[in-house]
């Protein structure tokens, strides 16, 4: 019975607020969220990466382990990706593969490992989301312009917390009180402003395929924890790291996707990336209970 009571703990919260998002954005579609998407880009992802990764609640180590087994999933979700887009017979396999790579491991995936695994767990999430993040601003722009722009990772400022959080960690140097008092201040808030903006989006973002959609979100949310699990069994992880990664693995497709597809891709594939991001997510409040139960169940 403790562990029901402790998985509607971890998910209550995160569900609650995306269901806020959700009413706010049925009750007035014209609300405007570039203040929440420019205050995550700019300061609360920056934020949340400075203080998750701090010498407090990761090791360099750690950080650099879970960062290359986070790849090697991605690897293997861009091979199944690859695989069920030439099954489906898409147009554009390049340009629709970012969906299925880059998970929702920042909106969704850090707040649910935090509340699973407390600090800690947090590290590791901020650890493999921050992979993402870098990804999403190198081969999700890539891919969904076909050609590699350097100068949208120099602008981001994500990528410079990352750098200077490594730099930190190399030579265990703890972030100043006042810095982690303000960094954990906002990482809070962007945590509360982007999962709410999850909700909202879900009210604006539309199904277009929904056969497509279907078995593409399957493959996203299925998939993924199978690969999570192979990685744990093959490297022998065990404890709160792995259930991390195994947590990670298993998130929607992230809303950034569309965000980015939006500005670089023409609209049949926006389309797709957006039926994707819709689905795979509504499919993930059935799904994520059950990967966290495993979770908390096998890898505490």
């Avoid at 600090?119 to 870098?134: F, K, R, T």
Wanted: include cysteine; aromatic fraction near 16%.
């Amino acid at each position: 019975m403790e562990i029901y009571s402790k998985l509607f703990e971890v998910l209550f919260p995160v569900f609650f607020v995306v269901g806020i998002g959700y009413f706010l954005g049925k009750k007035n579609p014209k609300l405007d969220t570039v203040f929440i998407t420019n205050f995550a880009a700019n300061v609360g992802t920056p934020a949340m990466i400075l203080y998750g990764l701090n010498v407090k609640n990761i090791s360099l180590e750690v950080f650099t382990v879970y960062f290359w087994y986070y790849l090697i999933a991605i690897i293997g979700f861009a091979i199944t990706g690859i695989i069920f887009l030439s099954l489906l017979k898409s147009n554009d396999i390049i340009r629709e593969l970012p969906p299925f790579t880059m998970p929702n491991t920042g909106n969704m995936g850090v707040p649910i490992c935090l509340f699973a695994y407390g600090s800690q767990g947090l590290g590791v999430a901020v650890a493999i989301s921050s992979l993402i993040i870098l990804f999403h601003f190198t081969l999700g722009v890539f891919l969904a312009d076909r050609k590699f722009n350097f100068q949208v990772i120099l602008k981001s400022p994500p990528f410079y917390a990352i750098i200077i959080s490594i730099f930190l960690l190399y030579f265990k140097i703890k972030l100043p009180m006042f810095i982690e008092n303000t960094s954990f201040l906002l990482m809070y808030a962007t945590i509360f402003l982007i999962l709410m903006s999850l909700g909202i989006a879900l009210t604006r973002l539309k199904v277009f395929s929904f056969t497509k959609s279907i078995i593409y979100s399957i493959g996203r949310l299925f998939l993924g924890p199978i690969i999570a699990l192979l990685i744990i069994y093959y490297f022998n992880l065990t404890g709160f790291s792995a259930g991390v990664l195994l947590i990670q693995c298993a998130m929607p497709s992230a809303v950034l996707n569309y965000l980015i597809a939006s500005i670089y891709s023409p609209k049949e594939v926006v389309d797709n990336v957006s039926s994707m991001i819709v689905v795979s997510t509504l499919m993930s409040f059935l799904t994520i209970p059950i990967v966290v139960f495993f979770a908390l169940k096998y890898f505490i």
